[in-house]
């Protein structure tokens, strides 16, 4: 019947081993893992799993939607699941787009939005308009009974949005954490990121990517003079655009940033590099004869000492 849970097979820890007195059961079994993927809303799969004693269990194998809380303002709304950001345990959760509890993911802000501005009356994550959309004539609010004002001027006055929150709202999308655990209840539940635990994972993202870039271009870098040619005196300086200096000669060129560039170091460098050219060649030449001498030496002694050669 294949991996059982059961500790019917399993030794005591005196070592004695128990008789199996009873048949293996099917809620003993061992079931793989769910690996909830995110995926569109016609894709949508939970799949029904009959534990001890009738109960069920419901196994998510895609989602796409959960039901997630905005704990400072005390509402919930079902909300599109947009993309997995982060996961403490592994990356790999992230690359396959894996939903588990405590995953850190990005929500759509839309449904919250248009809560915010019926309750409050404000709108929130505004864009910085260009200059044409600031001349244009703003539209006519709808109008309001004074009933109405005035409880929306009561609730302004106990209203605080974070600042980092209020940024979000104007990307469209939130971070949030799942809570709940698809593989086992099949539907996703979570909360909104929001004071430090936000700051704490918006570093952690950061200190991620900023090593995935290391990763990339670390060690040292090599300019892109021509499409055959790169300077290894030309690393990258921390991401930065710094103004450079190509200095030439008819067989070397040498890109180095301006502030350190100084004409006298270069032509110094320059008659180096033609020096060395020159040298090279020689070098390699008077090595290959080296080699041969050497060789024949080898050859000259094993002749005269056949021992050696039985060796």
Known sequence: MGISRDSLHKRRATGGKQKAWRKKRKFELGRPSANTKLTSA?????????????????????????????GSEAITRKVRILDVVYNASNNELVRTQTLVKNAIVQIDAAPFKQWYLQHYGT????????????????????????????????????????????????????????????????????????????????????????????GVSGGLGFHRFSQDFRSPLNPPIGGEKVKRKVITSPNFVLDVPEENSDEEDGAQLLDFAEQLRKFLPLALSNLKDFRKKLGFLKSHASEENPEEKSR
Request: with cysteine; proline share 2%.
């Open 42 to 70: 016609d894709q949508v799969c939970v799949r029904p799993v009959r534990c001890r004693g009738g109960n069920m269990k419901f196994r998510a194998l895609r989602l796409d939607c959960g039901n997630f809380a905005w």
């Open 123 to 214: 709108v929130i994550g505004k864009k910085k308009a260009s200059k044409a959309a600031e001349e244009a004539p703003e539209e006519e609010a709808a109008k309001k009974s004074g009933h109405l004002q005035r409880k929306l001027e009561k609730r302004q006055a106990d209203r605080k949005l974070e600042s980092h929150v209020d940024e979000q709202f104007a990307t469209g999308r939130l971070y949030a954490c799942i809570s709940s655990r698809p593989g086992q209840c099949g539907r996703i539940s979570g909360y909104v990121l929001e004071g430090k635990e936000l700051e704490f994972y918006t570093r952690k993202m950061q200190k991620k990517k900023g090593k995935a870039k290391s």
